[in-house]
């Protein structure tokens, strides 16, 4: 079993990591085209 502190530090480490991709995500697709993210979206 990890201990609590352990487990907190997980935790942050993951919701960090969320936000980062987050951003990283908006910014490209403020980059493209809707069109692009269209396609991008129907390849996914």
């Given at each position: 079993?990890?201990?609590k502190?352990?487990?907190?530090?997980?935790?942050?480490?993951?919701?960090?990591?969320?936000?980062?991709?987050?951003?990283?995500?908006?910014?490209?697709?403020d980059?493209?085209?809707?069109?692009e993210?269209?396609?991008?979206?129907?390849?996914?």
């Amino acid at each position: 079993m990890m201990n609590k502190k352990g487990i907190q530090t997980t935790i942050v480490a993951f919701i960090l990591l969320a936000l980062l991709l987050s951003l990283v995500f908006s910014f490209i697709f403020d980059k493209i085209e809707l069109d692009e993210l269209k396609t991008i979206l129907i390849i996914v």
